[in-house]
């Protein structure tokens, strides 16, 4: 009994012990580097010192170092990131213009020391220590090294003889309370490193001009830099900066070298860009404390017409945040306009980098952002690489504040007229909330709490800035601004030159606030959980108006009720709540009430916010107004050969963002068949965020045309489908490339077939022939960088009644797999295979059957009427000449016959289209994207009337693939002789083909992997 007890003891213990957290500690680093650039070979080579003291309680045997210009090679995990993306400029790159860091001979305290690459990246070394380096102790690493400048493919590197060197030197990993964070370099997805000091010496040509991070130390540099700006000031003055001028010519570097040297203190990174083009534009601000600020901007001429702002924007910007969020500690903030492949601006510790901007505000818009880092990155040293909120989306909200403030709206301009954005319903326009709702109703979003390299790159932007942007405003609305204030600015003052981490700004905003904000911070930070309430019924009293709410989300956040007079908003908050509740609130005479009318919180449907929702009809389209319900309807316009043209009203709810249940009617008349004709589908869509289906989509078309006119008797023979269908997606993860289907499918054809009479044919009427078809398939699809899969299995069977009056049933089974390969670095040329192969499985008709499968497919072979033909049954002429390119996929128009080219047993084919390599030797009219390709086929039949039953085809020619292969032309050239005798020349040999699902955009656009 006392040993059990001593064992469940010591058991609770080492529990306990293993659970808590190690206390706050930080390492502490300091850098002495001398450095060369060789403008010649790219090269920037010298020495490096570190001093690393270990204020950690462990003993540390070894030391992880980041050898970041090592990334910019084949198979790292910046590589491999790339090519996720689909980013394929660095894997096509020549060898001389990726990088590397080379002649490391690392030493501690001067000895030399066992170091190994570790073992998946090369952008990360491992310092074997021979004598571990004990708590409170120091050591110092020092070596030489040569970094091969990359070319411009994210941050670090060189457009010519313009320099951005960026994690370039040797570095040591964070140690902390959590261990060793050893992270590859990564385009998206940022930095984690030790705070410490710099003293850093650059020799290069004395005309460059450099920007860094850091104080400079030399007088005649900044006498050199004082003349840049007197110079800038006068072209500025004199209005020389002309627009847009793009100068790539740099002027011969000076034989002479300089030697410049920077020192900062309390600084996590050390970044220098040197640009012998660079005008200088200095201003200093004055803090609240009386510190002062120096500013400067760097810029070339190109875009300098907009960046003689430059600098006012970056003291706007240091003044806005040190208001807001708490003082600027550093003596200077500097933004340069250089190359950049990572974003619009890059942050760096008192210096950013700015890519190209669209104009005056836009730049503004991203100085800000890039200024503001240093107080989110910079002073606030958080893991941003597995908490890429931290600084993204904190820094965001503070940069959407000061647009707001400053231009009026946080919102992104994307330059759409006013007139355009009322007739689409888009004057409150918010693409970040639009954003938001089209990934987070289809379940395609990701909690913040998700590392940078698992989100997918729409995420990234999403989960990382936008949607964290967004909750801290609804935390500010909540909390109220000066409330948010204070607690925000007592956490960067308790947090300045540390390494916070989520929970720790959880406990930091809970204690201040005295409130439980686990929905924030837990359940909406780390899942996928939406939140969503919806009104009840109001009854208006004298003093006091009751509301009931109901919580419809899957967070219990707090809320908002608004009581709206004229344009008065007046708003009273209440914390979260589950199941319904009701709610007393002062009563305004003749007000609205609804949840949240401002649009402060972050829902996932506001259409449920609203008292009333008047209903309207809108023409052609527009954006999701949650205060209005919309039918939006279109003019359409049809044609096949026997309803002549068609015109008609299309009815659909559909909206952007998506919506769960949406429908599309379009009644059309037929003016030759003087009938009402048309389509119609819903679809109904659930997502899960568990179990093995992710989504599950029930929609039902309803088709019907007429296929047959008879001129003689005047009658016309109409078919109608009506499909329901389930498709089930399966659960991936969110980066996978490859996405999986099943689907079932049950197709009932009605077809209208004319009675005649059995004597002299007389039409008597019609009768009604009736198909069901069931179909379950399995398809997989994959879009990768390099190619694009897409391969589908399927079994299909059914009963009907042959004209005979007998009963028959076949079984039959597909595979359709397409392959298409991106053959040529940054251009669309691509190398398709389709292979398709179909068998019937059982088959009671002796004989070929009313659908055998075809080589050809077309108006009278398309069996489940699973495409449009202009003229169905055409026999000649140009609408006898449409192909579909499904079941055999030849394109040679075969016309109707019992048995050429069908097969009641097995059809094998492979049909290869590729893109030229080369352009054609002659200029052509439009540059017609002509594409070669072979068809091949083998066809078994075991029907007594084949009259062989093996045979074997081919057919090669040229396409011609027009609006980006939504309409195919096919010339074809040779082929098998008997294939080539169906049609008696060239000219009636060829056929064209019309791919309308390539113009259905919003679903075009659910299909893209996100
Ligand atoms: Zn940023």
């Known amino acids: 009994m006392k040993k059990q007890l001593i064992l469940l003891a010591m058991l609770v213990i080492s529990i306990v012990s293993f659970a808590q957290e190690k206390p706050y500690f930080q390492q502490d680093v300091a850098y002495k580097m001398e450095v060369t650039l060789n403008d010649q070979t790219h090269e920037v080579y010298g020495d490096i010192e570190i001093s690393y003291k270990n204020n950690s309680p462990d003993a540390l045997d070894k030391i992880y170092m980041h050898l970041w210009p090592n990334a910019y090679q084949d198979g790292t995990a910046l590589a491999n990131q790339f090519l996720r993306n689909k980013e394929t400029d660095m894997h096509y790159a020549e060898i001389d213009k990726l990088g590397g860091i080379n002649d490391l001979d690392f030493k ?138 793009k100068n790539d010519s740099f002027p011969p570097s000076s034989s002479e070298l300089k030697t410049i040297q920077y020192k900062a203190e309390n600084v996590h990174d050390f970044a220098w860009f040197a640009d012998k083009r660079f005008y200088v534009q200095k201003s200093q601000v004055t803090l609240a404390s009386g510190a002062k600020v120096d500013t400067w901007a760097m810029f070339t001429n190109y ?30 903030a500097t933004a340069v306009q250089s190359a950049l492949s990572a974003g619009g601006g890059m942050e760096y510790p008192m210096i950013t980098v700015i890519g190209p901007s669209g104009d005056g505000k836009s730049l503004d818009n991203v100085i800000t ?39 009026g709206s946080s919102g992104m301009d994307i330059g759409i007229p006013p007139v355009a954005m009322k007739l689409l319903d888009a004057e409150d326009l918010d693409i970040e909330k639009l954003a938001y709702l089209w990934q987070a109703r289809q379940l395609n979003n990701q909690p913040m709490n998700t590392t940078s390299d698992e989100l997918t790159m729409i995420n990234y932007q999403m989960s990382a800035y936008s949607i964290p942007s967004m909750m801290f405003k609804y935390l500010e609305m909540y909390l109220g601004t000066k409330e948010y204030d204070r607690v925000a600015q007592k956490y960067y003052t308790d947090w300045k030159f540390h390494h916070p981490y989520p929970s720790d700004v959880k406990a930091h905003f809970e204690k201040e606030t005295g ?121 359409t316009l049809g044609y096949n050969a026997y309803d002549g043209f068609m015109l008609g009203l299309g009815f659909y709810n559909r909206v952007f963002p998506a919506r769960d249940f949406e429908f599309m009617f379009t009644p059309m008349f037929g003016f030759n068949s003087k009938t009402v004709v048309g389509l119609g589908s819903f679809k109904y869509r659930l997502y899960s965020d568990k179990g093995i289906f992710r989504e599950t989509t029930l929609s039902t078309n309803v088709r019907s045309f007429n296929r047959l006119e008879n001129t003689d008797d005047d009658y016309f023979e109409r078919y109608t489908t009506i499909t329901p269908s389930v498709r089930f997606e399966l659960r991936r993860s969110d980066i996978s490339q490859t996405k999986q289907f099943i689907t079932l499918k049950y197709r009932h054809i009605l077809k209208e077939k004319a009675l005649l009479d059995g004597i002299n044919g007389d039409f008597r009427g019609k009768k009604i022939n009736d198909r069901n078809i069931f179909e379950g398939s399995y398809e997989l699809k994959q879009n990768t960088a390099f190619n694009k899969t897409d391969i589908e299995f399927s079994i299909l069977g059914e009963g009907y009644e042959k004209g005979n009056g007998t009963n028959v049933t076949y079984i039959r089974a597909t595979l359709d797999a397409n392959y298409s390969f991106k053959y040529r670095k940054n251009k669309k040329k691509s190398f398709d295979v389709r292979l398709y192969a179909g068998k019937f499985l059982a088959h009671d ?103 062989n039953p093996t045979e074997f085809f081919y057919n090669a020619g040229v396409a011609l693939d027009l609006f980006d292969g939504i309409l195919g032309v096919y010339f074809p050239l040779i082929g098998t002789e008997a294939l080539m005798n169906q049609q008696p020349n060239f000219g009636s040999r060829i056929s064209f083909n019309l791919n309308l699902n390539k113009l259905n955009g919003l679903e075009a656009l659910r299909n893209i992997s996100l």
């Open 108 to 245: 501690i305290n001067g000895s030399k020391v066992t170091w190994t690459y570790d073992l998946n990246h090369k952008d990360i070394a491992i310092l074997e220590l021979a004598n571990p380096l004990q708590s409170g102790e120091s050591l110092t690493i020092s070596t030489p090294f040569v970094v091969d400048i990359p070319a411009s493919f994210s941050r670090l590197g060189h457009v010519k003889e313009s320099y951005q060197m960026t994690q370039w030197y040797p570095k040591p990993a964070v140690y902390d309370r959590f261990g060793w964070h050893p992270m590859p370099y990564l385009n998206m997805g940022e930095f984690f490193s030790e705070f410490g000091s710099f003293d850093v010496k650059i020799t290069l040509p004395k005309n460059y001009v450099v920007g860094a991070t850091g104080v400079l130390q030399n007088k005649k540099e900044l006498a050199f830099l004082m003349e840049k700006v007197k110079m800038t000031n006068e072209v500025i003055e004199n209005e020389e900066f002309a627009k847009s001028t």
């Open 303 to 332: 875009q300098g017409d907009i960046w003689t702002k430059g600098v006012e924007y970056v003291d706007r910007s240091v003044l806005y945040y040190s208001e807001r969020v708490g003082e600027y500690p550093y003596p200077h």
């Open 369 to 407: 952002h890039e200024v503001g880092h240093n107080w989110f990155y910079g002073i606030l040293g958080s893991n941003e690489r597995d908490y890429p909120w931290m600084d993204e989306g904190m820094n965001s909200y503070y940069e959407s504040d000061y647009m707001a403030k400053y231009y």
């Open 515 to 635: 409130k439980d904000l686990s929905w924030f911070f837990d359940e909406f930070f780390n899942t996928r959980k939406s939140i969503d309430y919806a009104l009840g019924k109001v009854v208006v009293g004298k003093s006091s108006t009751n509301v009931t709410i109901k919580n419809r989300g899957e967070i219990n956040a707090p809320f908002v009720i608004s009581v709206t007079k004229d344009s008065t908003v007046t708003n009273h908050w209440f914390d979260g709540f589950s199941g319904t509740e009701s709610f007393d609130i002062p009563a305004i005479e003749g007000a609205t009430y609804s949840i949240d009318a401002n649009g402060d919180m972050l829902e996932i449907d506001r259409k449920n916010n609203f008292q009333k929702r008047p209903a309207k009809l809108k023409f052609l389209a527009g954006l999701e107004n949650p205060k209005k319900k919309t039918l939006y309807v279109t003019p």
């Open 845 to 947: 008709d002796a004989d070929f059957g009313t659908f055998p499968m075809a080589l050809n497919s077309n108006g009278f072979t398309d069996n489940y009427y699973d495409n449009f033909y202009f003229g169905r049954e055409e026999q000649s002429g140009l609408l006898s000449k449409q192909v579909s390119l499904d079941q055999g996929g030849f394109k040679l128009p075969i016309p109707k016959t019992q048995s050429f080219g069908v097969t009641n047993d097995l059809i094998v084919t492979m049909n290869i289209k590729a893109d030229l390599p080369l352009r054609l030797p002659l200029r052509l009219p439009l540059n017609l994207p002509i594409k070669p390709y072979i068809d091949l086929g083998y066809v078994k039949s075991t029907a007594p009337s084949a009259t």
